[in-house]
């Protein structure tokens, strides 16, 4: 915490290190996040100085800002583009301001983190997103549903084992275990519509998923920030009344032997199944975190109609200041 002259707080912040993934880089790279601070500069290097020192006893020579203690899928960045606009869940909503405090200091833009979106429209689809589905699935081998709660375990290990061949592979990015990935199925279970996660198989074996939840801050903004028990009736109650209109996109994953090969275009057509008939309540969809080294997964994106419509940024501070700075690598 930081502590101004009159007595009140003007900020905070955290300094650490994950052990897993600071010597990957090719410096060691600590973190620092949970930044809070009035736009005052001097303010703000004293919070960031604070975290430098921290960092340099314990052996780092770079700091990633604004960032979170776990995996980059959640309170990742600063947000640069997109004030105007509804959060989602997860996301950081943060100071216009903050982004001209951490590069006065000297942070350095590392990468950008865009959420794409679009309307839930019938027929809305690009000719060329269903020409490639159309190919694909006349395949027969070739086979997309939706999740099955009562065989939530088997979508489990679908799941690990799709990700781990999807994902492991990018930078920053750990092999999920078994334990991992039940103990974030069992976290989504309670907010998950089944109807809007979907699974790709070939030949039986599990090649890409597409996971989507309801946007849960449509929620949450109805509970006056507690969830006591009056509050899990009242989400509970929202839930059910399905007031949900925008379908987040939270991980989409194809196995390298299936990419290119229009599994993102069969697993649109298959969600059209459902989100364009009465049933479903959606009316807008987002996909949160696509990184800018990643351009597979904008190309991916883009072809099904999505825009950017949210704009997060991650700085990396050297601390030898003499040093070249490099973006984060491109994924090949």
């Not at 010597?23 to 930044?35: A, L, Y």
């Not at 960032?67 to 309170?75: S, V």
């Not at 519509?193 to 090649?207: L, Q, R, T």
């Not at 997964?297 to 490099?326: A, N, Q, W």
Request: some cysteine; aromatic content about 16%; charged content about 25%.
């Amino acid at each position: 915490m930081l502590i101004g002259d009159n007595g009140a707080v003007i900020g905070r912040v955290a300094a650490f290190v994950n052990r897993k993934l600071a010597n990957k880089e090719k410096q060691p790279t600590g973190g620092m996040g949970f930044f809070e601070c009035v736009n005052d500069q001097k303010a703000a290097n004293v919070l960031f100085d604070t975290c430098r020192e921290w960092l340099q006893v314990r052996g780092m020579e770079a700091m990633d800002g604004a960032i979170n203690f776990g995996e980059r899928d959640r309170w990742w960045g600063l947000l640069a583009q997109g004030h105007e606009l509804e959060p989602n869940y997860c996301m950081p909503y943060t100071f216009p301001y903050y982004l001209e405090l951490f590069e006065t200091y000297g942070f350095q833009l590392y990468f950008k983190q865009f959420t794409y979106g679009r309307k839930v429209v019938e027929d809305g689809l690009p000719e060329k997103t269903k020409l490639k589905a159309e190919r694909l699935m006349s395949n027969p081998q070739y086979e997309f549903k939706s999740l099955q709660m009562k065989d939530l375990a088997k979508y489990t290990e679908d799941f690990r084992t799709v990700y781990n061949a999807a994902w492991v592979k990018h930078k920053g990015v750990g092999e999920m275990t078994k334990v991992q990935a039940e103990s974030i199925m069992q976290k989504l279970k309670p907010v998950m519509d089944p109807k809007i996660v979907w699974f790709g198989y070939y030949a039986g074996e599990p090649i890409s998923f597409f996971i989507n939840l309801p946007e849960l801050n449509q929620i949450f903004k109805h509970l006056n920030g507690n969830l006591n028990w009056w509050g899990k009736l009242k989400f509970l109650y929202y839930k059910w009344r399905q007031t949900n209109t925008k379908m987040l996109g939270v991980v989409f994953g194809v196995v390298p032997a299936h990419q290119g090969k229009g599994i993102e275009s069969a697993m649109a057509i298959e969600a059209t199944k459902y989100v364009w008939t009465s049933k479903s309540p959606y009316v807008d969809f987002e996909m949160n975190w696509i990184g800018d080294f990643n351009p597979k997964m904008i190309r991916i994106v883009e072809e099904i109609g999505g825009k950017v419509h949210k704009v997060h940024h991650t700085y990396r501070y050297l601390f030898d200041r003499s040093k070249p700075f490099e973006r984060c690598p491109i994924i090949d």
